[in-house]
């Protein structure tokens, strides 16, 4: 089975661009031959059941999507799913620093900040859909969470609300050689 492949696929493209990037399209080594043989007129059918095909490529072997078995379309995307799943550990790493802090309205200003910038960076490496920072990401750590019943039982909520980037859509470059001349086409 391919799985480990994949996985150091997965790895191999989350170090170098991030856990956000999805790992389809990227050559996998040290495969020979695949079997069985799949024909293309099966690759739509197991799209659709969020089967991820390994093909064979001009560029080598490589996974034609990266879909997951989530029957949520917003997490259907291993991409999605494996940025969710760096910010709840980032989330983790970041909020155990304020353990033991009473809370304040201080507190609450220096914990937003705290994850903005760790937001903020992410959003400078491509994790977020968006042309700023605004339109990608909000921390919220205000009254509007926090109640005064919240906080009377200990509890402090911070909510991040982030804009995933989606997958590439696909465009379409016809290229149409007439006579000498050739034109080249870029569609919907």
């Not at 304040?104 to 910038?117: L, T, Y």
């Not at 991040?160 to 997958?167: H, T």
């Not at 859509?169 to 000498?180: A, C, H, M, N, Y």
């Amino acid at each position: 089975p391919p799985d480990g492949a994949a996985c150091g696929v997965m790895a191999k493209r989350s170090i170098l661009r991030g856990a956000w990037v999805a790992p389809a399209n990227e050559p996998i080594n040290g495969i020979v031959s695949l079997a069985p043989r799949i024909g293309s007129m099966w690759h739509l059918r197991f799209q659709n059941e969020q089967v991820n095909l390994l093909q064979q490529a001009p560029r080598g072997f490589v996974c034609m999507n990266s879909d997951t078995l989530s029957a949520e379309e917003d997490l259907r995307a291993i991409s999605v799913r494996r940025l969710l799943i760096l910010l709840r550990r980032l989330a983790l790493r970041l909020g155990a620093s304020y353990v033991f802090e009473p809370n304040s309205e201080a507190f609450q200003r220096r914990v937003q900040r705290g994850f903005e910038a760790m937001l903020q960076y992410m959003y400078e490496r491509g994790a977020f859909k968006g042309s700023t920072p605004d339109a990608s990401f909000q921390v919220v750590t205000d009254s509007t969470i926090n109640t005064p019943q919240s906080m009377e039982q200990g509890r402090f909520i911070v909510e991040l609300r982030v804009a995933p980037s989606l997958p590439m859509r696909f465009l379409t470059i016809r290229l149409i050689q007439s006579g000498d001349r050739t034109l080249v086409a870029l569609e919907g």
